[in-house]
């Protein structure tokens, strides 16, 4: 409820400020769209109220630089409002749990600052092209810089630096304005922006929400060299509870769903007995609910003393027997395992490229423990001298 609370109050807040600036008012894309337009002679946006010559007389796409008029001056300081506007806002939304875009926030915060250092060169350009910096290919009456462009420099940039994209990025841009000879800013824009973006951090802002929101995840470019073995990773360890499993033969309805009610596993070994602890497969805790469930309401006979068999082919019972419950059919006979003297490097490489969340370590077929992602994430903050028990997972 929290949420939706919040989600809310942001929305009004965003309406109660976003409707009085008109570079806020109207969609993002629309807004990106008008930002990346260079200024024809048939253009009506503020950005374009420049002051025109009567004797300029070239083609619509060769219009020279000109000073800017009153609307340009009103358009640059509203859009200095509404870029603050966007990065404050596209902080609270994407903070948010709920799904929200980062693309088009992104390219719009990064369009309206290159538009507003498009203009500010231009302006520069035009009054004082005698500067070193502009005396070499800003004649009087040239056309030598275009806002346009640095609002899709600007965008690529900002959406570079966020979420720390090269070549797909450069895509991405050429695709959105279909502007091949923009290729090469387009390009040093992204690289100069994860350039210094990774100057302050090597996480992107996805990833850095995944660690905010204590996701378990393993990221491929963590090395782990550690010299431990899967023995001193997997759980239960000595001052644990005994592992929660199945017998193949010998388990009860009863006795499964009172396991299911007492922990929260996401899955359980499957051996063939209790004595031998010789694995033979592993049940996800949502396939068995799910199988008890549909038992009880469509299967004659099944009762809490029923047993629940998991091998090919149920014993014949009396008719006074209560009817055995059969789930072979969920039961994975193949689950991935390890051996206890397994280096712990090769199964966080395993957890990485397999993207397993569990796998079961054993000796010789018999069940020693199992090992989750979850431990394997607790295991590297305690070998990086960092305290496993800080690390909150969601």
Not at 126 to 150: E, K, M, N, Q
Not at 199 to 217: D, M
Not at 332 to 349: K, Q, R, Y
């Amino acid at each position: 409820m929290a949420v939706v609370w919040g989600v809310l109050v942001v929305t009004g807040v965003t309406a109660l400020l976003a409707y009085p600036n008109p570079y806020t008012r109207r969609s993002t894309s629309q807004l990106i769209s008008e930002l990346f337009n260079d200024c024809g002679a048939l253009e009506s946006s503020q950005l374009c109220d420049y002051i025109t010559s009567n004797s300029t007389s070239r083609a619509l796409d060769d219009i020279p630089d000109r000073p800017a008029g009153p609307g340009v001056y009103s358009a640059l300081w509203q859009l200095t409002l509404a870029l603050v506007f966007k990065i404050l806002i596209t902080i609270f939304t994407f903070g948010m749990k709920i799904p929200s875009g980062l693309f088009i926030p992104s390219m719009a915060v990064g369009a309206i600052a290159g538009r507003i250092v498009g203009i500010a060169v231009e302006q520069m350009a035009y009054h004082h092209h005698d500067w070193i910096i502009f005396r070499s290919w800003c004649r009087p009456g040239a056309d030598c810089v275009t806002p346009g462009l640095y609002a899709m420099v600007g965008a690529a940039a900002c959406l570079g630096g966020v979420t720390r994209m090269t070549v797909s990025l450069v895509v991405i841009m050429f695709e959105l304005t279909g502007g091949l000879e923009y290729i090469v800013p387009l390009m040093a824009a992204a690289v100069t922006s994860k350039w210094v973006a990774d100057a302050f951090g090597k996480e992107g802002i996805y990833e850095s929400h995944i660690q905010l929101n204590g996701y378990p995840y393993l990221d491929i470019r963590d090395e782990f060299t550690h010299r431990t073995l899967a023995a001193d990773v997997m759980r239960p360890r000595r001052s644990d509870p005994p592992l929660g499993l199945l017998t193949q033969d010998s388990t009860s309805v009863e006795e499964v769903e009172a396991l299911i009610k007492d922990t929260d596993f996401n899955g359980f070994p499957v051996v063939v007995s209790r004595e031998s602890e010789r694995l033979i497969g592993f049940v996800q805790r949502r396939d068995l609910t799910l199988a008890i469930k549909s038992a009880r309401q469509k299967q004659d006979g099944v009762v809490s003393s029923s047993v629940v068999y998991f091998t090919e082919d149920a014993p014949i019972l009396a008719p006074s027997n209560p009817q055995p419950l059969k789930l072979r059919r969920i039961l994975n006979l193949s689950p991935f395992t390890v051996t206890d003297h397994t280096p712990m490097e090769t199964v966080v490489d395993i957890f990485r490229k397999l993207g397993l969340r569990q796998c079961l370590v054993t000796r010789s077929g018999r069940l020693l423990g199992i090992i989750t992602k979850k431990d394997v994430l607790r295991h590297m903050a305690q070998m990086m001298n960092q305290d496993p028990e800080s690390i909150m997972f969601n």
